[in-house]
């Protein structure tokens, strides 16, 4: 159960990305009711018990202090991805890894270069998740888990794991995408961006790009982040957190870099504070229009251009991808 301070701290912080994202975007989008947030749910491994490990609280955000209990480090050795597209997600939902797994996780190779997905979840207090977590990697091996509590809270600590697990056990990786379990996402058009003329290969970050953010400092605001979390005026130009895609020589840096930055609680804008740090600045992509937060309506046309785009439901996933495959001209 979360503290009384601690909970405090996520009601303020529960729609911090809706505020962010609804002044940069224009018409006709609008934020998905996701940027309000929920907390993300938690789960933990057959391989440990289902409790968090000794001092794990809040933003205890640097990845050492946790363990990974279900991996697959083979992964990235069997076959050396071009792309690595790693999905936090709550361990209770497994529409959304199902949906993923249907769509656009579905081929292993796209454009000629392998693609590679894992989910990435923490712990939660049930015996009963566990055991259907264990049964369904069994069957999909593409979950990874560490032992921190997995909260929206602690969404930065679930971060840098990512960026750990990245540092650690697939290093052979060209390009990685942090990217959330609600998202449309076309791999095709993705690898076809990343193998543009001129695209960096190293020391890159790319999304959509949110810059000049205040944190809110009313502590009668929902989006409250205190000073003493961070001292900042502005936060440095980062990539919204929905979907954003980095070279692979960046997640160490990450790290690393991580344990001279206090840890706060926005965890894409945390990022770009880690970036600033190492003396990088997030770019825009080759083709920003491509990155999208919601879009008002589906259209195949449309949809055959993007790279992201927020939706409703899994099911709605499925539906929109299932169209899109469809034969013919989607335009």
Request: charged letters at 20%.
């Amino acid at each position: 159960m979360l503290s009384s301070s601690s909970l405090s701290q996520w009601q303020s912080y529960r729609g911090f990305l809706n505020q962010t994202s609804r002044v940069n975007l224009p018409p006709p989008y609008r934020v998905h009711p996701k940027h309000r947030l929920q907390p993300t749910e938690m789960h933990n491994s057959s391989d440990r018990p289902a409790t968090p490990p000794p001092g794990a609280q809040f933003h205890q955000a640097y990845p050492s202090n946790y363990h990974f209990i279900r991996d697959h480090p083979e992964v990235c050795r069997t076959k050396v991805p071009f792309l690595v597209l790693m999905v936090p997600v709550a361990p209770q939902n497994v529409a959304a890894r199902d949906a993923i797994r249907q769509t656009w996780a579905k081929a292993g190779v796209v454009r000629g270069r392998p693609v590679l997905t894992l989910f990435v979840l923490g712990l939660s207090g049930g015996a009963g998740v566990q055991e259907e977590v264990r049964q369904e990697d069994l069957r999909h091996r593409d979950l990874i888990q560490s032992d921190f509590m997995d909260t929206y809270l602690n969404l930065t600590i679930k971060t840098l794991v990512i960026m750990d697990w990245l540092a650690t056990r697939c290093t052979s990786a060209a390009y990685a995408m942090k990217v959330d379990s609600d998202m449309f996402l076309n791999v095709d058009n993705l690898v076809a961006m990343l193998q543009e003329p001129g695209v960096p290969q190293a020391s890159y970050l790319t999304g959509w790009l949110m810059w000049n953010r205040p944190p809110v400092r009313s502590k009668d605001s929902k989006w409250y982040v205190s000073e003493e979390m961070y001292p900042d005026a502005r936060y440095p130009t980062y990539t919204l957190g929905m979907g954003y895609v980095f070279s692979n020589d960046l997640p160490a840096r990450f790290v690393e870099v991580s344990k001279s930055i206090k840890p706060f609680n926005i965890e894409d804008a945390y990022i770009g504070v880690c970036m600033k740090k190492l003396g990088l600045a997030p770019a825009a992509p080759p083709n920003p229009s491509q990155f999208r937060t919601y879009n008002q309506r589906y259209d195949r046309c449309e949809y055959s251009k993007i790279i992201t785009c927020i939706l409703n439901t899994a099911e709605q996933l499925v539906k929109y991808w299932n169209d899109l495959e469809k034969p013919g001209p989607p335009c």
